[in-house]
């Protein structure tokens, strides 16, 4: 199963919309998020904060991740 939305995060004063995808495997998921040209994986640890999987080749801020995680803290927040 898998589920496409828009995700709105403000990364240093600048709101931007990024493509995003929910991708359930059995009783996990994780989610998609192209950045930058780059397919960034989310995934909840156990403590439910997300953390970013990101290619040797990606070129993503660790800033701009952590506001990515943020909001998807606050989209997923049961």
């Known amino acids: ?29 994780h989610i998609a998020v192209w ?10 640890d156990e403590e439910r904060n997300y953390r970013a999987i990101v290619p040797h080749n990606g070129n993503v801020p660790v800033e701009l991740l952590q506001a990515i995680a943020e909001e998807l803290e606050k989209q997923f927040k049961e």
């Open 35 to 44: 950045v930058a040209q780059t397919d960034v994986m989310f995934e909840p």
């Open 1 to 29: 199963m898998a589920d496409d939305f828009i995700l709105t995060v403000t990364y240093r004063g600048t709101a931007s919309d990024y493509a995003a995808e929910l991708r359930v495997r059995g009783f996990s998921y």
